[in-house]
């Protein structure tokens, strides 16, 4: 995405780049998601996976998350008109775009102010991001994006190497923030340190498996971590600098 924004104002001790998943992440989109697969499955007719199945494999781009739900499905039309129905389902459902999670527009906002770079890596389609990202005027808003049609589908870290590609970033001054396990693992795979949110598709017990460097229940909390570590960075270059 933009390239030709100032150098970062950030310590180089501090984190650069600031990278999150979309759904269930930033947007609360999660029980649309739902809806819209068990409605395709309906209109393909497929038998219902559960609640929990659906949400187990929010995070993937849609081909790996369907051959997860539906494993036994070995016909590529049949599948592609799942994929299909899913999309025009989850099209209706987002007629009135899904909110974002509380504190999510005033945290993004104090992270460009205090001159983070700003990423997604989404499941999503490069289409479907833009549409979300136009609808709310959020089109120049994110420095970098990467999606799975486009590159590796989660937990691939290949969408994180490509974004540090772009950037000029190190790993180990990006922060992968997400709310699935494939999150995570993709963070780790790259050499990134992560945050798991326990507000989206996966519950913080199942996400502290993955060992996270930070698990939240809200996203106020990314913030107020994040100004806490920038203050001790502050004092330690005060003290090595005497």
Same mark, same amino acid.
Do not use: F, K, W
């Given at each position: 995405m933009r390239c030709g924004r100032a150098p970062w104002s950030v310590s180089v001790r501090d984190y650069q780049l600031l990278i999150f998943d979309w759904d269930g992440?930033?947007?609360?989109?999660?029980g649309r998601i739902v809806a819209a697969m068990h409605l395709a499955a309906d209109a393909s007719e497929?038998? /219902?996976?559960t609640d929990e199945? !659906? /949400?187990?494999?929010?995070?993937?781009?849609?081909?790996e998350a369907i051959r997860c739900l539906y494993p036994e499905m070995?016909?590529?039309? *049949?599948?592609? %008109?799942? *994929?299909? /129905?899913?999309?025009? %389902?989850?099209?209706?459902?987002?007629s009135e775009p899904s909110p974002l999670f509380y504190g999510v527009a005033e945290?993004?906002?104090a992270f460009r102010a205090e001159g983070y770079g700003l990423a997604v890596a989404t499941g999503k389609g490069r289409n479907g991001l833009q549409r979300v990202l136009a609808d709310r005027g959020w089109l120049d808003y994110f420095d970098y994006s990467r999606c799975a049609d486009e590159t590796a589908s989660k937990p691939d870290p290949l969408m994180l190497h490509e974004i540090?590609?772009?950037?000029? !970033?190190?790993?180990?001054?990006?922060?992968?923030?997400?709310d699935s396990s494939f999150d995570l693992l993709m963070a780790q795979r790259a050499g990134m340190d992560c945050v798991a949110v326990g507000y989206g598709a996966q519950p913080l017990? !199942?996400? *502290?498996?993955c060992q996270p460097t930070l698990a939240i229940e809200c996203f106020t909390e990314l913030r107020a971590w994040?100004? *806490? /570590?920038?203050s001790n960075q502050s004092v330690e270059v005060v003290v090595h600098g005497r």
């Open positions: 992440t930033l947007v609360d989109s999660i497929l038998p /219902r996976c199945q !659906v /949400r187990g494999i929010i995070g993937l781009g849609l081909p070995h016909d590529p039309a *049949r599948a592609q %008109h799942l *994929r299909q /129905r899913y999309g025009e %389902h989850y099209l209706t459902l987002e945290g993004l906002q540090l590609a772009q950037s000029g !970033v190190a790993a180990s001054q990006a922060l992968m923030v997400g017990q !199942v996400l *502290r498996d994040l100004g *806490r /570590r920038a």
